[in-house]
């Protein structure tokens, strides 16, 4: 008897019950599986068991790749704020990076 799982069954589990679903298989991913925390047994029993995590990642609609360009681009003008001393737009700049970093972060899941 075979139990199939999802990414997002597997994520509801709590470390104990996935140490007990680890137990049951046989793979290399899991060798050590008593000594890994929820984050890690999460990826072993995906990998051990064939589940795609990356599809289940990344949140629809946002697009990565511009955020982090809008980063790059808002800390070269923080280095410029910095050297003019406009300490306004300077604090304007930071709360913009911060908005960005906080949208990428919240685009995993």
Excluded: P
């Amino acid at each position: 008897m075979t139990v199939t799982y999802t990414f997002k069954e597997l994520k509801h589990k709590t470390a104990a019950e996935l140490k007990e679903i680890a137990k049951g298989i046989q793979h290399e991913a899991l060798q050590g599986y008593t000594q890994m925390n929820k984050e890690h047994l999460i990826k072993a029993i995906c990998t051990a068991l064939n589940i795609h995590v990356h599809e289940h990642l990344e949140k629809q609609g946002i697009n990565r790749t511009a955020l982090k360009v809008r980063i790059r681009q808002l800390k070269a003008q923080r280095t410029e704020a910095l050297a003019k001393k406009d300490y306004e737009a300077l604090k304007a700049i930071r709360l913009s990076i911060k908005r960005c970093k906080r949208r990428l972060r919240k685009s995993v899941i």
